[in-house]
């Protein structure tokens, strides 16, 4: 079965911290793709990395970065250098791929919320 | 290039009237999802459509709840009925492809009194 797991429930750090939100999945495929989406207190959800399962190159983008782990099935996500815009909710997700038979529906993790205090 | 669109961002509906959700996917994108956000859990997949056909609706409720996807005109989630239990918000995704990434429009609020 796929599941995701993002065990921090809840974070607080104080502006100018780095924070690393852990999200752990399952899935029986070799081919799948992970995800990160952003949900600030406005509601909408924003995406921010797609990541394939052939592809453990870490990514970095500004001072968000990721470290996908295929050995301990990981894809946690930094931010380095915490503002207060960052305070959001943040979901991990998996999508299978299985050539013709792929959806892409994404399973969810239970999302971590981020508070970044001034 | 606009965005997915949804509408209406909120909804009020009394136990027993009905609840239509619309979402315009972004343009060039024929795949659309539809997943629902219960207070304090994550999203959870609803249905998958592609133009005119229902993919897979393995998280749509048996009862209530339909979707489609006309040939002309946005998507339409609808909820029959409604339930205090259907209070949520519901989002629409779009996709070019199954395994591209999926932007998601702001959502649909959804109360029901």
């Known amino acids: 079965a796929q599941k995701v797991t993002q065990a921090q429930t809840e974070i607080s750090v104080v502006e100018k911290e780095d924070v690393t939100l852990d999200c752990v999945y399952e899935t029986r495929d070799t081919t799948y793709y992970l995800f990160w989406y952003k949900q600030p207190p406005s509601g909408e959800l924003v995406f921010l990395i797609r990541?394939?399962?052939?592809?453990?190159q870490n990514e970095i983008s500004g001072r968000y970065s990721w470290n996908f782990q295929k050995s301990t099935s990981s894809f946690n996500f930094t931010i380095t250098a915490s503002q207060v815009v960052d305070s959001a909710v943040y979901f991990c997700?998996?999508?299978?791929?299985?050539?013709?038979?792929?959806?892409?529906?994404?399973?969810f993790g239970q999302g971590t919320t981020l508070q970044v205090k001034p | 290039n606009a965005g997915v669109m949804q509408n209406p961002r909120h909804l009020v509906r009394r136990r027993g009237q009905e609840a239509r959700l619309r979402c315009s996917p972004m343009k060039g994108h024929s795949h659309v999802y539809w997943y629902r956000q219960l207070p304090e859990e994550g999203l959870k997949f609803m249905v998958y459509l592609q133009k005119e056909n229902i993919i897979d609706e393995s998280g749509m409720p048996k009862e209530r709840f339909s979707a489609e996807f006309p040939k002309e005109g946005p998507s339409i989630l609808r909820i029959q009925q409604v339930v205090r239990g259907d209070s949520a918000a519901y989002f629409c995704?779009?996709?070019?492809?199954?395994?591209?990434?999926?932007?998601f429009g702001q959502g649909t609020r959804l109360t029901v009194v």
């Open positions: 995704a779009s996709s070019p492809l199954p395994t591209a990434e999926a932007f």
């Open positions: 990541r394939n399962s052939f592809d453990e």
């Open positions: 997700a998996l999508s299978e791929a299985r050539g013709s038979g792929n959806t892409g529906k994404l399973i």
